[in-house]
């Protein structure tokens, strides 16, 4: 017998065979067995074959043992128990390692945070967040996660969207603002009653944000803004005039790039939607925000948040002499200056038949159809979403045919980890999601006490199936990307129409709203290029460089007109039904020039465009308030500490908060022409 052995770490402790016994005794009990006296037999020759091998002196090493366990349990005919016992071996492995990468993790946040979210500071708070954060998805990806899943999203095959959050809470929400204003609502510390002044209105409606940020981990928005304030001013003793409202409208944006939620890690990701409401408050509203935005923060500077949506519609504000046409020239003249707002489309071939009812978020998140009730974005939100990594599906198989049979395999085994997300989270209770659910936020929520659970519920929300990189699916596959060559283009138009028909398919197969989202990625952009460059070496356009095209964009350092590239990728709008965004890129802020703007906005309704926006370098120098383009110091003031405000996936931040990759590809992007 020997008296000692080697643990993995390198200690040295007492060796008892009863350990042996045990591990022997729970691989058999996972199929059915369970004699003690086999497992003590089969022991003793592990202890025999032991001292075969180290006649030596040696202590043998808790691997040797396990190596020889293994052996044994073959040898005796346990070949299922074996398996069991592998399996196990396999998932304390797994831990381990796990454990490992998690306090190297911690290491690295120590010394910075993670910049795979832009909107996340470096403070302490933040720090302490992304420690949780590393935590948590350590824990998932070990212990909750089937094995499939959990192999699938640390290889690269596909990537689990905020893991971190995956059995705690939702994605995002389009917030019924008026509902909530006109029922006042509760914080958790007190009851809010219905503002009776606009001043207070806006107040509370940066609360509402902030505090349902901190129930959820993705965006926040109001989908019809205008219309919930007119309808809410409608209730007030007196009527605000112009001003008043510009000041209120003022500290709601002062308030969204200074509250934080999470514990102080970040402002919430916040959109309002903007643009149809023609009544006077309803139009006033947006006017009042409108000029906000274009009067900046404090010294001038462009407000980060909130993402602001313009809805265009014609007869409403698209053409001259529509009620609302004033407004949309004003958007134009605020987004050539602001990089703000973004706008939607709600005339496009698929937004069409909900009227006005759709609604964006600035990360590009679409919620409009529902298999369980009316269609409309108010009350509903994404629950989460998986992205596909297609374009190691094309250097795997590097055939078109067989390129279709895998992508079927993978999008059902994304769809079932959907579903197995949806089972997890539909277990909660509404005491969980205290504002969410306890403030009646979403849809179907007045329903429930604090103890029912939520599946109910949160069936009204939406499952999606994202994807990235198309362009080098298209490189790998057929040698040129879609703004390159017309078969590659239709090709392209190919893969995505059948995930499209895929979705519709389970969500007719599981009664869910599955659906497909043009994947806004960031940190996964790099994640996914570097783990494939790994398996296949540089591979010329498609893994030799840092970062991978987001979803069914044209590469960024292509060059093509604008018109040429809101035709390419407009013809994919249509099939990805959970959110899209396409963009023109400028050399330099458009400024006073309208006209250009304009005819941006008006080729991107011609192309079917859902949703799009204008990006522009945009500097502005901390010192004297200079704003254009910088190189090295202010031109007018020589200033050094100049803020670089740029776009990424849908929102702004400053480009020193962008992660490597993005950093790359914000190097490599092109002026459209």
Do not use: W
């Not at 075969?52 to 808790?62: A, D, F, M, Q, Y």
């Not at 099939?575 to 890129?585: L, N, Q, T």
């Amino acid at each position: 017998m020997f008296a000692e052995i080697r643990k993995r770490d390198g200690r040295v402790v007492p060796f008892d065979a009863e350990k042996i016994t045990d591990a022997i005794v729970k691989a058999a009990r996972a199929v059915g067995g369970d004699n003690r006296e086999i497992a003590e037999n089969l022991t003793k020759q592990v202890i025999e074959e032991l001292k075969k091998s180290h006649t030596n002196g040696l202590i043998p090493t808790v691997e040797e043992v396990q190596d020889i366990v293994e052996k044994v349990l073959i040898e005796n005919g346990h070949a299922r128990t074996a398996k069991a016992y592998i399996l196990y071996r396999d998932k304390r492995s797994r831990i381990r390692e796990g454990k490992s990468d998690l306090m190297d993790t911690v290491k690295e946040i120590l010394i910075e945070t993670s910049k795979e979210n832009a909107n996340i500071s470096n403070s302490p708070s933040a720090k302490m967040l992304q420690i949780a954060s590393a935590a948590s998805k350590s824990y998932y990806l070990n212990n909750l996660l089937p094995e499939e899943f959990s192999r699938a999203h640390i290889s690269g095959t596909f990537h689990i969207h905020d893991l971190d959050y995956y059995g705690k809470t939702l994605n995002c929400l389009q917030i019924d603002l008026f509902k909530l204003l006109s029922n006042g609502f509760n914080t958790g510390y007190g009851y809010i009653r219905p503002p009776k002044r606009i001043a207070s209105a806006l107040a509370q409606a940066a609360i509402i944000l902030q505090s349902n940020q901190n129930d959820m981990f993705g965006g926040q928005s109001f989908p019809h803004f205008d219309r919930s304030l007119s309808q809410i001013i409608a209730t007030m003793p007196h009527e605000p005039d112009e001003e008043e409202i510009f000041q209120a409208m003022e500290g709601l944006v002062y308030n969204l790039n200074t509250m934080h939620s999470r514990a102080g890690a970040q402002v919430p990701f916040s959109s309002l939607n903007i643009g149809t409401d023609t009544t006077k408050m309803g139009r006033a509203v947006t006017y009042a925000l409108l000029r906000a935005f274009e009067k900046g923060l404090g010294r001038g500077e462009s407000p980060i948040f909130p993402n602001l949506v313009f809805r265009i519609k014609k007869g409403v504000n698209f053409n001259p002499g529509d009620p609302n046409y004033d407004l949309f020239i004003y958007a134009l003249k605020v987004a050539g200056k602001r990089l703000n707002p973004t706008f939607s489309f709600m005339d496009s071939s698929f937004n069409a038949p909900y009227g006005d009812e759709v609604a964006y978020m600035g990360c590009r998140t679409r919620v409009i159809a529902n298999r369980h009730g009316a269609a409309q974005s108010a009350g509903r939100g994404n629950i989460a979403v998986v992205s596909l990594n297609l374009p190691r599906l094309a250097l795997q198989t590097g055939d078109v045919n067989l390129f279709f049979i895998e992508l079927d395999r993978l999008l059902r085994l994304a769809a079932r980890q959907l579903l197995h997300r949806f089972e997890i989270l539909g277990n909660l209770k509404a005491k969980d999601l205290p504002f969410l659910m306890g403030q009646k936020l979403y849809l179907g929520s007045e329903k429930l006490t604090p103890q029912d659970r939520i599946k109910e519920v949160i069936k009204h929300g939406t499952l999606s199936v994202g994807f990235i990189g198309l362009a080098e699916t298209l490189i790998a596959l057929m040698g040129k990307h879609h703004g390159e060559d017309k078969e590659s283009q239709e090709l392209g138009l190919k893969i995505v129409s059948h995930m499209s028909k895929r979705m519709q398919q389970f969500a007719d197969e599981f009664d869910l709203n599955f659906t497909l989202l043009a994947t806004p990625a960031e940190g996964l952009s790099g994640r996914f290029v570097k783990l494939d460059r790994d398996l296949f070496g540089n591979v010329p356009n498609v893994t030799d460089k840092e970062y991978y095209t987001n979803s069914m964009h044209i590469p960024v350092n292509y060059n093509i007109s604008f018109v040429e590239k809101l035709k390419l990728e407009g013809a994919y709008h249509k099939y990805c039904d959970a959110g899209h965004i396409s963009y023109v890129e400028l050399e330099s802020p458009p400024g006073e020039n309208c006209e250009a703007v304009e005819e941006i906005v008006r080729q991107m309704s011609l192309a079917d465009i859902g949703y799009g926006g204008i990006n522009f370098p945009l500097d502005e120098c901390r010192s004297c308030g200079f704003s254009g383009i910088v190189n090295d110091t202010c031109p007018a003031c020589g200033g050094l500490d100049i803020r670089r405000i740029r776009r990424i996936t849908g929102y702004l931040s400053t480009e020193e908060r962008f992660n490597n990759a993005k950093q790359a590809e914000l190097r490599d992007r092109k002026a459209h022409l």
